[in-house]
């Protein structure tokens, strides 16, 4: 069975101030990993996928397959960062249907 | 990039009547679909997964019946909430994946969202 765990619910920083979002990750296969973000007001939207290995409003994230980790990183949290993350896993399938899988979120904020 | 609609994006109905809320796919095809459910400050609660041309699969604890889903078309899914009651109240989003191919070949498993649909059942 997959699963994906975010144990924070709640980030509260400063702004400037390092964050780690934690994500870790249950799957027998090899699966793929994205971040999903959700701003106040608006629909979910992908923030950034481990394939593509790119850095997106400066957060990154990489995929460790030994501790099964995809934690999100920005080395200066900036307010307008303040919303809802989601790490989610995609089974690595060659086509046909599949089930993702969502963890709970984390709701960041960013204090001035 | 792929954008996905959901219409109504808000509806007050009374309890006992049913209501559908449409998700189309308006720039790619989705041969796939998801129906979510979400508490406020609350994770995803994935209710079903449609399939166009079959039958939806739904998780476990959602009511088949109760929670109708038609994916008649490659760019259209409907989620049917029937005999509405309080406890239906919630925000529920649909998302389609997008296999994204580059070069011929699969590069990643994309999820684009809808707006989410806001249900309120007095």
């Known amino acids: 069975a997959q699963r994906v765990t975010q144990p924070e619910k709640l980030l509260s920083v400063f702004k400037g101030a390092p964050v780690e979002l934690k994500c870790n990750y249950s799957y027998s296969g090899s699966p793929e990993l994205f971040w999903y973000v959700q701003y106040s007001r608006q629909r979910l939207q992908l923030l950034l996928r481990?394939?593509s290995r790119e850095s997106i409003k400066g957060f990154t994230a990489d995929l460790n397959k030994g501790e099964t980790s995809f934690h999100l990183k920005k080395p200066f949290a900036q307010e307008e960062d303040s919303a809802m993350y989601y790490c989610a896993l995609s089974p690595n399938a060659s086509g046909g249907s599949y089930i993702p899988t969502f963890g709970r979120g984390t709701s960041l904020i960013v204090h001035p | 990039g792929a954008v996905v609609s959901q219409h109504p994006s808000r509806v007050i109905c009374k309890s006992g009547t049913s209501v559908k809320i449409e998700c189309r796919s308006l720039d790619f095809q989705a041969t796939t679909m998801f129906w979510y459910r979400q508490f406020p400050k609350q994770s995803l609660m994935l209710m079903a997964t449609s399939n166009e041309g079959s039958k939806a699969t739904y998780e476990q604890g959602v009511e088949k019946d109760k929670f109708l889903i038609n994916h008649a078309s490659l760019t259209l899914s409907t989620l049917t909430v029937t005999s509405a009651h309080p406890e239906d109240s919630s925000f529920y989003i649909c998302?389609?994946?997008?296999?994204?191919?580059?070069?011929?070949?699969?590069?990643?498993?994309?999820?684009?969202f809808g707006p989410g649909t806001r249900l309120t059942v007095l």
């Open positions: 481990h394939i």
């Open positions: 998302s389609a994946r997008d296999l994204g191919t580059s070069g011929g070949q699969k590069s990643y498993n994309e999820q684009f």
